[in-house]
Nanobody, 127 residues
Framework: QVQLVESGGGLVQAGGSLRLSCAASGRTNSDHPMGWFRRVPGKEREFVASIRWRSGGTNYANSVKGRFTISRDNAKNAAYLQMNSLKLEDTAVYYC????????????????????WGQGTQVTVSS
């Protein structure tokens, strides 16, 4: 059983920064992906970034490259998403997810490889 708890969301002005955290328990001994996804009401869930738990390999959506940084702290069983230069279009509910250990490196952006999800944290970017 894997449990994921996100924190760090909030209201920020455009151009500002936020850091999301994901406290994980359960799946900590494999090179599975930890991912961040986001959803805007009325739209499909969107991949943001992922990181392999052991190797640290990362993957980013084009829309956040150069602005967001994903990281993990294996000792703390936590993953993070540092979001800089936030834009209005970054407003969404952000979800942390744990992927299957069998997830291919090319599949970490596909939500179907993720079997555990956090409850989500709201990020609102204002003008």
């Amino acid at each position: 059983q894997v449990q994921l708890v996100e924190s760090g969301g909030g209201l920020v002005q455009a151009g500002g920064s936020l850091r999301l955290s994901c406290a994980a328990s359960g799946r900590t001994n494999s090179d599975h992906p930890m991912g961040w996804f986001r959803r805007v009401p009325g739209k499909e869930r969107e991949f943001v970034a992922s990181i392999r738990w052991r190797s640290g390999g990362t993957n980013y959506a084009n829309s956040v490259k150069g602005r967001f940084t994903i990281s993990r702290d294996n000792a703390k069983n936590a993953a993070y998403l540092q979001m800089n230069s936030l834009k209005l279009e970054d407003t969404a509910v952000y979800y942390c997810a744990a992927g299957l250990p069998s997830t291919p490196y090319g599949g970490s952006s596909d939500s179907r490889w993720y079997d555990y999800w956090g409850q989500g944290t709201q990020v609102t970017v204002s003008s």
